[in-house]
């Protein structure tokens, strides 16, 4: 019983470990200021097969969302000028002073 125990709580450690790391893409939306990176930057951080573009699989959030509108020559790939010329992603209602508590909860 003692060791079925030690088992459950090594399998836990385990699960909780593996759930809490993060991948390199998972970080590629932040520069080292802290803000919004450069077309380029983020090439070189989310293109995980170092071809200079970016394919559907290699983005996440914003990116992923927009592709087909950001991929305007429909290749299939993000470019660098397309990733310069891409629009600015709208900002959700709800946001720091957008809507919910008046003077963004001051």
Same mark, same amino acid.
């Given at each position: 019983?003692?060791?079925?125990?030690?088992?459950?709580?090594?399998?836990? +450690? +385990?699960? %909780?470990?593996?759930?809490?790391?993060?991948?390199t893409t998972e970080k590629a939306a932040t520069s080292k200021n802290g803000e919004k990176p450069d077309a380029a930057t983020l090439i070189q951080q989310m293109d995980t097969n170092k071809d200079g573009k970016l394919s559907?699989?290699? +983005?996440?959030?914003?990116?992923?969302?927009?592709?087909?509108?950001?991929?305007?020559?429909?290749?299939?790939? %993000?470019?660098?000028?397309?990733?310069?010329?891409?629009? +600015?992603?709208?900002r959700r209602s709800g946001g720091p002073g957008q809507g919910g508590r008046p003077n963004g909860g001051r």
């Open positions: 019983m003692k060791a079925l125990k030690l088992v459950a709580i090594a399998v836990g +450690v +385990v699960v %909780l470990t593996s759930c809490g790391s993060t991948n559907i699989e290699e +983005v996440q959030g914003p990116l992923k969302n927009d592709f087909d509108k950001i991929d305007t020559d429909d290749d299939g790939f %993000l470019s660098l000028e397309e990733l310069k010329n891409a629009p +600015v992603p709208e």
